[in-house]
Structures are given as C-alpha cells and as structure tokens.
C-alpha cells in the first residue's frame, strides 16, 4: 500500500488551487462541495471562477504562484497545463510538509484525489495509486449503478441511531446483528426516501423491540469449484455476515479472501503430512460455535449436498435444535464441464449424466453394468487414484476402447489443467494429474477439441 486512504474535513480550512483552466475548474467545484476556504492562484480564470468569486464562495489571487501562498493552507492542488510550475508548486509544498496533489501526475504528488462515489454520509472513494484511473473510473460506473440513491438516507439514519444502539445492546455481535437487520430491511430504505419521518420511526421502534436470537445457526454453503465469481450472490451474503467460517482445503483462497475480515476462521481441511480432521470433529466443532450464539457458516467447495457429507453434519445439528440452512453452489461437475468446453448432456451423445464416487472400494461396488451403457455421461468424483480400477471395470462391462474421457484439474482456477484421451489411457492420464481431479467419461469429451475457450 504505497498510499494511505484518509477522509478529511476541509470545512473552512485554507486550500490553495494553482491553475485557472478547466481542469482547476473541476477540482474548484469538489472542493467547494467540501466546504474548503479556498484560493485561487492564476494568471487567467475560466469564467466559473469569476462567477465563483463573486457570489463570495472562494478568493482569487491573479497573480503567478509564489510559494509564500502556500503559508497556513492545509493542501495544495497543482492544477496548471505547465508541467515546470506544476513540479514547484509541488516542491514548495513540499518544502512546507503541507500535501500537494498534482492533477494526472501522481509521481509529482505527495496526495491523490480518488474516484467517488458520493452518497453522503456514505463515500465510497477508489484509487488505482495513479496507474490506472480509467479502471478506478470504471470500477466507480459500476458501483454507483449497483448502489441504490437512498443509501445515504439510511447511513445518515444509522448515524442517528448510534448512541441508543450502543446503550440497548452489549457487544460488538449484538450491535453488528441489529446493524446488518436495520441495512437489510426491505422497506426502510424506501420509507426514508420518501421522507416519511414517522413511518421510519415506528419501523426502526418494531427493530428494537425484536429480540436478536440468542443462540447460534449453522449455514451450509456452497463455495463453488475454485473460481470464486462462481460463488452465488446469497453465499457471498452469508459468508460476509459470519462470525465463523469452518472450510476445507476445497475451498479456494480466492473465496476465502472474501470472507469477512474479522470472521474466525477454522481450517478442517488435510494439510500436508497431516491427516484431515475427522467428521465427528467437524460435527463436534459446528455445534460447539453455534451453542456459543455464534453464526456459523460451514464452507464447502462445490456443492454442499453432493458428495459433500453435508448431510451428515446437518443430522449432527437437528438432534440438538441449532437453526440450519443451505445455499447451494456449483458443483465440480458443472465448473468443470463449463471451463474445459465438455457439455455434460448433448442430444446426439448424451441424455443423460451420473454423478458417480470414485471411491469405489470404499463405498461399495458400482453397478457397473449400468454405468458401460451408451448415450450417458459419467462423472467420478473422488476418483483419480481409482483410476485403473474405473478403466478396467468398464472396459469389462463392454464400454469401447476408444470412448473419450478427460481429466479436469484444478478446474475453473487459473491452475486448471485438462488431460484428454480414450478409456484405455484413462489411467495413465490419471498418473499425470494431481488432487482434486475430476473424471468425465462419455462421447461428449471428445467436444472439447471445438468448444475449448478457457
Ligand atoms: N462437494 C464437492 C465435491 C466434493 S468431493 C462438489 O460439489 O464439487 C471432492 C472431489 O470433487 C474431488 O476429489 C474432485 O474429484 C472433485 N472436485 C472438487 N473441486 C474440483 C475442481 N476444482 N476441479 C476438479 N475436481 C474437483
């Protein structure tokens, strides 16, 4: 971070603007908006600035720029077309250990302006550290489109609200549940809006009054194959809500950079020489942080209900009561067959797809008969050191030779690795891929050679 983010308060604070021009120009009319004493130092105006000057809202000096200005300003904007005076009047500033900013030339500056966006109180500022201002421009498009007008509205309401919230509830989790019902609310947004005062009041009064639960919830989520745009917008919620995040190695770390920063977070997953924590534990571990009131949120890569032993943790938590719920993600399978160009279903190769366990041993044999049969797609999860055992087993129960798989690894990350082949090759491509691996079996492997795009 080369460059600190800092609000200030220029209400009434001297800041002297050198330049006349229309770049001056924009500058003048943010800093009239933040209520600066502004000066103005310029040989020649754009006729704003003399509109400005009369209606007694900032001081002209028309003069060149002579350090001695700089004297008992708070900040300096070197807003001219000349490069050379651009340069001193960041020296001088400089030399005064006052912050200079210098419009288009961060590399002169000791300050930057960002891009923002203003819904005041609410002020959303973005900077690309100078070397990129069209991307921070862009970034700014986007989330004053996503960011509903009001929002200010209600921040300004919160601000209200403060000291009665921080007598009313002990903590900081209690404080932050009433906060983030007050944000979510589905009308109070609206109601304020619309200025009705007295509505507002009497909704906010029902929120009060609500009592906050008072023990714990479990929510299973879904994190998706890797990528995490993959995520579904209610996960994000709930992970950015949780006081604690239980996940695995499955779990991509882009994902977990979006967890809330403040979240606990406990890792259950296989490290390196170390054997993964047993289920029980991780059932034992759900319960224990959601009896302690907390809200916790169990991370799983994929989807929670396939292949994820989700169940199994849910049934853990009804025999004691705790409040559960799931949000779905997407599945290997589809991260997989979407980033290798491999349709799972085709209407000339395949009508239908299986999910199948590669840990064949483990869990049973599979009807394998039912799994050589034409016009399907098959999927093994969990199947890469099983390899062999699948190749041969199906080669027994009559499936061609030549019937395309391929190895998705790592799908949908930038790791991602695909291994193409036939059946009877399937174990030797196995040999080449790492963990998690994913196993597709079916005519339609063979469309990736067109469809391929990531
Ligand atoms: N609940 C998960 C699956 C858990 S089982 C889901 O819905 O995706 C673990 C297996 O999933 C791994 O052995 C591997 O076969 C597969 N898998 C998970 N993520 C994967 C990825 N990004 N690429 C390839 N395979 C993956």
């Given at each position: 971070m080369n460059w600190f983010p800092l609000f200030c308060d220029l209400r009434h604070k001297a800041v002297l603007l050198v330049g006349g021009g229309d770049v001056a120009e924009r500058k003048?009319?943010?800093?009239?908006?933040?209520?600066?004493?502004?000066?103005?130092c310029a040989t020649r105006f754009s006729s704003p600035f003399y509109e400005w000057q009369q209606a007694g809202k900032l001081t002209l000096l028309e003069t060149r720029f002579a350090p001695e200005q700089i004297d008992g300003c708070w900040l300096v904007i070197a807003a001219t077309d000349s490069k050379e005076v651009n340069q001193y009047v960041s020296d001088s500033a400089e030399a005064r250990r006052v912050f200079c900013n210098v419009v288009d030339a961060?590399?002169?500056?000791?300050?930057?302006m960002p891009s923002v966006v203003d819904r005041s109180p609410l002020l959303i500022a973005i900077s690309s550290s100078g070397d990129a201002p069209v991307m921070a421009r862009l970034l700014r498009e986007k989330i004053e489109a996503l960011l509903p007008q009001h929002l200010g509205k209600v921040a300004a309401w919160a601000g209200s609200l403060r000291p009665r919230v921080k007598t009313t509830f002990?903590?900081?989790?209690?404080?932050?549940r009433f906060w983030e019902k007050l944000f979510q609310h589905d009308r109070l947004a609206q109601t304020l809006a619309n200025g009705d005062q007295?509505?507002?009041?009497?909704?906010?009064?029902?929120?009060f009054q609500q009592p906050l639960a008072e023990h714990g919830e479990v929510v299973l989520v879904g994190a998706g194959p890797g990528d995490a745009g993959l995520m579904t917008l209610k996960g994000l919620q709930q992970i950015q809500q949780a006081d604690v995040v239980v996940y695995d190695r499955l779990v991509s770390d882009e994902v977990m950079e979006l967890v809330r920063r403040d979240a606990e977070r406990i890792f259950v997953g296989k490290r390196a020489g170390y054997h993964c924590v047993p289920q029980e534990s991780i059932n034992q571990i759900?319960?224990?942080?959601?009896k302690l009131g907390k809200r916790v949120v169990r991370l799983k890569g994929g989807d929670p209900f396939i292949f994820g032993r989700g169940a199994e943790e849910l049934e853990a938590l009804t025999d004691s009561g705790i409040p559960f719920s799931v949000v779905p993600g997407i599945t290997?399978?589809?991260?997989c067959s979407a980033y290798s160009g491999i349709p799972l279903t085709h209407r000339d190769y395949a009508q239908s797809v299986r999910l199948v366990t590669g840990h064949v041993q483990k869990e049973g044999s599979l009807d394998w008969q039912n799994l050589a049969a034409e016009k399907q797609t098959l999927v093994f999860y969990m199947g890469l050191t099983q390899a062999p055992e699948i190749e041969r087993q199906l080669l027994a129960h009559g499936m061609s030779g030549e019937m395309p798989v391929a190895l998705v690894e790592n799908g949908t990350s930038t790791r991602q690795r695909v291994f193409s082949g036939r059946l009877d090759g399937l174990a030797?491509?196995?040999?080449?891929?790492?963990?998690?691996?994913?196993?597709?079996?079916g005519r339609v492997a063979a469309l990736r050679d067109r469809l391929r795009w990531f």
């Open positions: 003048a009319r943010l800093l009239l908006k933040a209520g600066a004493d502004l000066r103005v961060p590399a002169q500056a000791s300050a930057i002990n903590g900081t989790g209690q404080r932050r007295h509505r507002a009041e009497k909704l906010t009064e029902a929120l759900l319960l224990e942080q959601a290997a399978a589809s991260g030797s491509l196995a040999a080449q891929a790492q963990s998690p691996s994913l196993i597709i079996v």
